[in-house]
């Protein structure tokens, strides 16, 4: 994957998302992600996410808005369950740690930019743009042995 | 649904999506979609396609580029066989008329430009933008009496 | 120029105007633009735009948003009078017709989307996307044996 | 300003730059900025900056594109001498300190995405993103009295 060929832009694509691996989200523990896009322009991604059941991300903030479909699991949102086929957007500049679900969810994300992380003494911590993302895919494709998904 | 207000942009919203209606696309006999967001600033928007059995599309082309994700069904793309969770990128610009699904087929769509078509004499018709598509759900959402998504 | 390649993605370039002609922007009458940029995936483009004194645009409607800043000229907007350094946006959905400039007018126009044109008869006219856009540049630049901008 | 509404969407709007005033911008001396627009989505940002002569920014990464368009002055890039007219594109990702201009120059930028910055001891400094400028940006509207652009 070349951050400034070909991938990062928009050639016609096709992806059996089964043909990929998971590849450790950071900081996230045993989270996963398949990336399937990375919109360089803006720094946004289209991935698949999985997060395990009882496991609550670290305190971040998404600088871009973003789009979720949920495609396994369910995840509480105040007085609504979002199931397999619901949808939510997440505006831009919310800084919060998602709830852990009560069971593994995979979900569809469209993101609209990086994310800003805090370390726990409230510094900024390292920003998870699509550069970093790109290269930890890479390095889970490498140590897969899987074959890039045709562009 | 308001295209100057609030629901063109980017609030928190969570849609359940087995409450809303499927509303007719325009020119694709017996399909449907159902509206999640627009992104009013590039006539982009995120919806949920139907398409049925053995239904082909008219010829249109693609001012922006879209992502594709298939909820359910199965569409070939050449030697690739997609299904649930598989993925297609369509770079802008392309000029074509899907080929007729096996069976129903349900997919998440999100397009970044509108969708210029063309009358069976080669003349241009008219513009599927995401005015217009708006205009279109929210007359499906009027006539189902469905309560509109949370925004 | 390929709309397919490099050039429509974002790669570093330094483009000095002078250096570039003047193309005909279509269904203006000796207007000109030229093209700095294209944003592939919402069929956007950069250009800088020249209106001449006395010229009245057709009727149009823009499918995204543009962003603008004068140059060169004044532009009169109900009560204000807009110069050299002033800027202005344009959401995305307008239908309308430029009133002409008393005096030659020079923007810089960043646009997020195509440009739908309606014939006389009120039926739809040809759509102006960044294609048709990228295409007349590329014969303007022939025709003037200028240099493709450094990208 | 209000970051979760009409402001940082996108009604139509008319603003004489002179009408405002110049806001410092975060780390770099004697610098302005006069914010036009945000891009709330993509925590992206329209505006006039204003760099003096010998003043040399930090080392930042912008985790988006820049396009940018010289209003006044000129800036070298290797052989290539910019000036008034003139314009740039940056693509995201390039992580750099910019070199100090000869006079002082303002430029419009169109910015698609925050900016990272670096401390000196390499460890992540503060994000400057859309939320941070629109924040100082009411600020310096507040302290100057001056009315704020008409949207």
């Known amino acids: ?5 070909s ?12 043909d990929l691996p998971w590849a450790p989200f950071p900081g996230v ?4 992600f398949k990336l399937l ?8 991604l289209t991935m698949l996410l999985k997060i395990p059941e009882g496991v609550r991300g670290p305190m971040h903030k998404h600088c871009g808005a973003g789009e979720y479909m949920i495609l396994q699991g369910h995840i509480d949102f105040g007085d609504r369950k979002l199931g397999p ?4 957007f997440e505006p831009a ?3 919060h740690s998602e709830p852990a679900p009560d ?6 994300v469209v993101s609209y930019g990086p994310i800003a992380t805090t370390r726990p003494d409230g510094s900024p911590g390292p920003v998870v743009d699509a550069e970093l993302m790109a ?3 890479e390095r889970a494709l490498t140590e897969s042995g899987a074959v890039a998904p045709a562009r």
Chains 1, 2, 3, 4 share one sequence.
Do not use: P
């Not at 523990?29 to 996963?32: K, N």
């Open 93 to 95: 500049g919310l800084r």
């Open 37 to 44: 896009r990375v919109n360089r322009d803006i720094s946004g």
């Open 1 to 5: 994957m070349d951050m400034n060929g």
């Open 135 to 137: 290269k930890l895919w």
């Open 85 to 88: 086929g619901d949808y939510f």
């Open 103 to 108: 069971e593994e969810v995979i979900m569809l």
């Open 29 to 32: 523990e045993d989270s996963g």
């Open 7 to 18: 991938y990062a832009t928009s050639d016609e694509m096709h992806v059996v998302t089964d």
